[in-house]
């Protein structure tokens, strides 16, 4: 029963950084859902230069 003295604060950090990465994927996932292209402006409904399909429409209608 001493192990689980040990392991206990080792166990709860990580499960509160696992809590933080689910949270920031969902949150990733709501701003896809409205219109954000996941680089910050969450409007532009993946129509910037940050968006690699722009950037590929681009280049096949340049040639």
Not at 31 to 51: D, I, L, Q
Request: aromatic share 2%.
């Amino acid at each position: 029963m001493d192990w689980i003295s040990e392991i206990l604060p080792s166990v709860i950090v990580g499960g509160i950084l696992a809590i933080i990465v689910v949270l920031l994927i969902i949150g990733k996932i709501k701003e896809r859902k409205h219109g954000g292209c996941g680089c910050g402006c969450p409007g532009c409904n993946g129509h910037c230069a940050h968006s690699s399909v722009t950037n590929i429409e681009q280049k096949e209608a340049n040639g």
